[in-house]
């Protein structure tokens, strides 16, 4: 079975002055969770690494994990805990929580690679991981807790992440198994908001790259997708 992972998590000093992540709730992790729901009809398993309690707003369905490394709790290096082997993934999809999913993904359950990043819609040779598809990838937990400042050292590959790491970044850098969603899937149409937005309407995921959100698009494709 598919197993969609997100993160959802209170940000540090360093994040709340250098993006929004606090604008995020776990109202953010039911939506996509809906988005879900509605189009994929093959059984998945939901589940959210979070510093938030069940009891603070998750619908029923959605499996809520603490983080078990609270040091790195408030970075964005958190997220690597979805390949943390006692949450037993084998088959894996990790969803930022700005993502609106429009039309059926049941495709996505097919995926039996090792590791797959959409490619960034600026720079066409680098990837991102808004949406990453993964098989049992234990060992990048497995070789980030054997030395945290080590991977954000790591990491720090671009100027914007020379404060706080990126695990973005790390990924890229140490996983030779990486490849582009979009290749391994040629009928996805994933679309970046702010960079192809005349295209959306024809998107089975939408998802969002820099400051602007779901919440503040007036397309009908986002309007009635991100419920």
């Keep these: ?14 994040m709340k002055t250098t993006n929004n992540t606090a604008r995020y709730d776990p109202e953010w992790v039911n939506k996509l969770y809906r988005g879900f729901q509605r189009n994929m009809t093959r059984p998945f398993r939901f589940v959210c690494v979070s510093d938030h309690d069940k009891s603070e707003g998750f619908m029923d369905e959605i499996e809520v994990v603490p983080f078990i490394h609270q040091d790195h709790v408030g970075s964005w290096m958190c997220i690597n805990e979805i390949f943390r082997p006692d949450l037993e993934i084998e088959h894996g999809l990790f969803v930022g929580l700005d993502t609106v999913i429009c039309k059926n993904v049941d495709f996505l359950h097919d995926y039996k690679g090792r590791f797959c990043m959409v490619n960034h819609p600026r720079y066409p040779d680098r990837q991102m991981n ?42 890229e850098k140490i996983n030779p198994y990486c490849c582009s969603t979009q290749r391994v899937f040629p009928q996805l149409r994933l679309y970046s908001y702010k960079l192809e937005t005349p295209s959306i309407r024809d998107a089975h995921m939408i998802y969002w790259h820099g400051r602007q959100k ?5 397309e009908e494709v986002v309007v009635n997708n991100w419920i």
């Design 1 to 14: 079975m598919l197993t969609i992972a997100t993160v959802l998590f209170r940000p540090g000093e360093v």
């Design 214 to 218: 779901p919440q503040n698009a007036k």
């Design 130 to 171: 808004a949406i990453t598809l993964f098989s049992k990838a234990d060992w990048i937990w497995e070789r980030y807790i054997k030395s945290p400042a080590k991977a954000v050292e790591e990491s720090k590959t671009r100027e914007w992440a020379q404060e706080q790491g990126s695990e973005m970044l790390w990924w």
